[in-house]
């Protein structure tokens, strides 16, 4: 039950189409330079023009640049000289004495992933003959960065913004992600959760631009 509002950010769970899934396509990029910021589990994750990864940290768009997929964790040497395999990147890895540091994304551009919507779908779409909440299914909508990632989990804090009674959900081909389904019997919760596809062109993969 989605009763409460912790979102844990994309989730891969599936690919689209139905081709066989077995954890999607991990590719591990290189940071070349000290993360001022860590990269959450579940973060969208965009290269610069110099290679260096980042969490997104607003809703791209189709016309977002250097987007390769989602962090499902990381790997470095650490200051002991321990080799470590982390459920996400923390902050600033390498002036604590970190090296050799990587970035761990699932970067499948046809990856569906779980993500935990902002509010409840309320009345949304329930006119006289009205779908409810079937009529999410096919629509556009934006990301919701307003909570932080989560240290003691290493869960990213993003959301799917819903909006008051669904008003956030559109045909605006712009938007950050497709909704394709909505997780069991969360439709009615507070915190329903969808199944999502990065829209064609806000992954990297899908666009001739590059960083």
Same mark, same amino acid.
């Given at each position: 039950?989605?009763?409460?509002?912790?979102?844990?950010?994309?989730?891969?769970?599936?690919?689209?189409?139905?081709?066989?899934?077995?954890?999607?396509?991990?590719?591990?990029?290189?940071?070349?330079?000290?993360?001022?910021?860590?990269?959450?589990?579940?973060?969208?994750?965009?290269?610069?023009?110099?290679?260096?990864?980042?969490?997104?940290?607003?809703?791209? %768009?189709?016309?977002?640049?250097?987007? $390769?997929?989602?962090? =499902? *964790? @990381?790997?470095?040497? !650490?200051?002991?000289?321990?080799? /470590?395999?982390?459920?996400?990147?923390?902050?600033?890895?390498?002036?604590?004495?970190?090296?050799?540091?990587?970035?761990?994304?699932?970067?499948?551009?046809?990856?569906?992933?779980?993500?935990?919507?902002?509010?409840?779908?309320?009345?949304?779409?329930?006119?006289?003959?009205?779908?409810?909440?079937?009529?999410?299914?096919?629509k556009n909508a934006p990301l919701n960065f307003s909570a932080g990632g989560n %240290?003691?989990?290493?869960?990213?804090? $993003?959301?799917?913004? =819903? *909006? @008051?009674?669904?008003? !956030?959900?559109?045909?605006?081909? /712009?938007l950050a992600v497709r909704i394709v389904g909505i997780v069991g019997e969360t439709?009615?919760?507070?915190?329903?959760?969808?199944?999502?596809?990065?829209?064609?062109?806000?992954?990297?993969?899908?666009?001739?631009?590059?960083?």
């Amino acid at each position: 039950m989605a009763t409460v509002a912790t979102p844990y950010g994309l989730r891969a769970v599936n690919a689209i189409g139905g081709r066989p899934f077995n954890g999607g396509t991990i590719r591990e990029f290189k940071v070349p330079a000290n993360n001022a910021a860590a990269i959450f589990n579940g973060d969208l994750v965009v290269l610069s023009a110099a290679g260096q990864p980042s969490a997104v940290s607003t809703t791209p %768009t189709t016309s977002t640049a250097g987007i $390769v997929g989602v962090c =499902v *964790g @990381a790997r470095y040497v !650490s200051a002991e000289g321990q080799p /470590t395999i982390n459920h996400y990147l923390p902050a600033n890895v390498i002036t604590g004495g970190g090296q050799d540091v990587w970035v761990m994304v699932m970067d499948d551009p046809d990856a569906l992933f779980h993500i935990k919507g902002t509010a409840a779908l309320g009345t949304f779409n329930s006119g006289t003959d009205g779908s409810g909440w079937p009529g999410a299914i096919g629509k556009n909508a934006p990301l919701n960065f307003s909570a932080g990632g989560n %240290t003691a989990t290493g869960n990213s804090g $993003v959301a799917l913004t =819903v *909006g @008051a009674n669904g008003a !956030s959900l559109a045909s605006t081909g /712009t938007l950050a992600v497709r909704i394709v389904g909505i997780v069991g019997e969360t439709a009615s919760d507070p915190y329903p959760e969808f199944v999502v596809k990065l829209n064609a062109g806000v992954h990297s993969y899908d666009t001739s631009t590059g960083v």
